[in-house]
């Protein structure tokens, strides 16, 4: 595996490590992994990244709720805080807005007790990720929110493969424009395997394990 750095200077100097490789996620094979953990659990990473995803929704979309998967909830609570500053160009501006977190049954099958419901029903919900590859996770957010009565408004996320899902718009800082080479394969048609590539990992929201 070898490691390299993508980095969006328009963005907050955001920056990127990526390994290329051979992964599996739950859904597909990748051939670059990258990873957000710093993005993810560093304040001072998080606060850049919101600050950048907010740009996309701060003048024209109203939020009550952001529905935070793949632990991005430091980056989602600094969207809330950034996104309800006071502005003229914050339709959100001083109003309270929920970070939620969805719970997750043992078919991870997205679920919200009677406690943590009324944060998703009546609401316009934007949903946080880490990434977007093959749309499954993305899609299966969606269908929740409009099980509880919700109405999902927009995706963010860092990186993404796809501009829609569902008809809903996907707003990233990073997609494959920025990583020449990157390919997502279905898990039963992957070229990497066919060639007998060994898998250099098993990868998810957590992080990766090496094999």
């Known amino acids: 595996m070898s490691m390299q750095q993508i980095q969006q200077p328009v963005k907050a100097d955001i920056i990127l490590n990526v390994t290329k490789g051979h992964f599996a996620t739950g859904h597909s094979h990748i051939n670059h992994y990258i990873d957000v953990t710093k993005q993810k659990f560093c304040l001072s990473e998080a606060r850049k990244v919101a600050i950048a ?21 430091m980056i989602a609570s600094c969207m809330a805080s950034e996104m309800t500053k006071t502005g003229y160009m914050n339709i959100n501006q001083n109003q309270d807005m929920n970070v939620l977190t969805p719970e ?38 969606i269908e929740t929110i409009a099980y509880y009565g919700g109405r999902a408004v927009g995706i963010a996320s860092i990186f993404a493969t796809v501009d829609s899902i569902a008809g809903l718009p996907v707003s990233s800082l ?22 007998g590539q060994k898998l250099d990992a098993l990868v998810n929201s957590f992080g990766y394990s090496k094999l």
């Open 104 to 141: 997750r049954t043992v078919g991870s099958q997205l679920i919200f007790r009677e406690n943590t419901a009324p944060m998703i029903t009546g609401k316009n919900v934007l949903i946080m990720m880490a990434s977007v590859s093959t749309g499954y996770t993305a899609k299966s957010a």
């Open 53 to 73: 995803l907010s740009r996309e929704y701060k003048l024209h979309t109203l939020v009550d709720t952001i529905l935070c998967l793949d632990g991005t909830e």
């Open 174 to 195: 990073f997609n494959p424009n920025d990583l020449p080479g990157y390919t997502s394969y279905d898990a039963n048609d992957c070229p990497l395997c066919k060639a």
